[in-house]
Structure formats: structure tokens, C-alpha cells
């Protein structure tokens, strides 16, 4: 994560291209034949920022009250993952701006979010997965390693159109001048974009056909 700080910082302070691979391994105090056992390119070493944020809020789903609903536990996750002060400062945020607008500048570290994005997709699958689980899905020991290695088609769905809620509200919001709180902040425009999801069927058994 040290390399992935420093990377940030560069970035920030001096733009993405006036910075190299062996910029960001002097400021990490590593040589860059280290760096690039770790990462192929400078692009690369911002993931696992990206992936910090994209997991800390579906590990927040995860820990959410067991009673909430799948939409409660989203908004649950929002509230205590993109309010500024909860688990991420203010100043964080408009790093986060900053490399959002990085990402659209670049197409090297644009794909290095839209991968951090996939893999986030895939975990809030599984923790929706075990949300929504009856009891008979543990009847017996499940030959697998993970208790849901084919979840239901709709939980992919219902992941996907979950992620994309925040992940467009986020990008709204760097891609504005507006403060990360407020009603034009990243949290305030993800419960929105949840809000007009109303009516949507968020488990397995509530899908057509289920």
C-alpha cells in the first residue's frame, strides 16, 4: 500500500505524466526492479487504492445487521463508507477526485479501475450471496471452498446493478466541483441512485422465474 500512497501523491502533485515508474519507487524508498516485481506498469500501482476503497464498502455490506434487507444493507454500507469521516477524510476525497480524473484522461489507468470494479462486483456477489442464503443452502458441507461458487444469475445481477449505483455516483461527483459531503456528495448521490432502484427485485427469489 506504501508504493500505492506514494504513487497517488505523485500523480497528484506532478500529473500522470510527468511521473515514471522509477519516480514512485524512489518515493516509496524501494528500487524500481522491486517495483516492477509488484506491478507492470506506474498505472498499476494506484489498484490497490482503488481496490481499498471499491472492498471497504461491500466488506461494509457484509457487516451489515443481519435484519436489514439487501437494499437497508446497501444504503447501511453508503452511509458508513462514502460519508466523509467514516473510515475516509475529507482531504481522502478529493484525492480521490483527482485520480478519477486521472482515469479519464488515461486509458492504462482507466482499465485499472474498471478491473478494481470487476473484482469488487465479484465480492459484493458472494457477500450478497451469503445475505440472502436460507437455511437449507447449509444443510449439508459444500464440496467448494466458498458456500456459493455458482450464485443464483440474479445475484450477479443484482451486484452489478448495485455496484453501478455507487460507482456512477462517485464518478458524478469527481466529476463535479461539489464538496464530498453535502447533498451533491459521493453518499448523498449513491442513496439517490439506490432510491430510484425502488421496486427492484434485489433477491434471487424475488426474480421472475426464480
Not at 515508474?21 to 500501482?45: L, N
Amino acid at each position: 500500500m506504501e508504493i500505492a500512497r506514494a504513487a497517488a501523491g505523485l500523480f497528484v502533485r506532478r500529473g500522470l505524466r510527468a511521473t515514471r515508474a522509477e519516480d514512485i519507487a524512489q518515493a516509496a524508498g524501494i528500487a524500481p526492479r522491486t517495483f516492477y516485481r509488484y506491478f507492470a506498469t506506474k498505472e498499476e500501482a494506484v489498484a490497490p487504492l482503488y481496490a481499498a476503497g471499491a472492498r471497504r464498502w461491500a466488506e461494509a455490506v457484509r457487516s451489515a445487521p443481519a435484519a436489514l434487507s439487501v437494499p437497508e444493507a446497501l444504503e447501511h454500507a453508503v452511509h458508513h463508507t462514502l460519508t466523509p469521516g467514516e473510515g475516509v477524510s475529507a482531504a481522502s476525497w478529493e484525492w480521490v477526485r483527482t485520480l478519477m480524473h486521472l482515469a479519464d484522461t488515461s486509458p492504462a489507468l482507466r482499465r485499472v479501475w474498471a478491473e478494481v470494479c470487476r473484482s469488487s462486483e465479484d465480492l459484493l456477489t458472494s457477500i450478497l450471496a451469503e445475505r440472502t442464503a436460507t437455511p437449507a443452502d447449509n444443510v449439508a458441507p459444500h464440496p467448494h471452498p466458498h458456500p456459493h461458487p455458482h450464485p443464483h444469475p440474479h445475484l450477479r445481477f443484482t451486484s452489478a446493478v448495485a455496484s453501478a449505483a455507487v460507482r456512477v455516483a462517485v464518478e458524478s461527483w469527481a466529476a463535479g466541483t461539489s464538496p464530498a459531503s453535502g447533498a451533491q456528495g459521493p453518499a448523498a448521490l449513491a442513496l439517490r441512485n439506490l432510491g430510484a432502484l425502488r421496486g427492484f427485485a434485489w433477491g434471487a427469489g424475488e426474480a421472475a422465474g426464480a
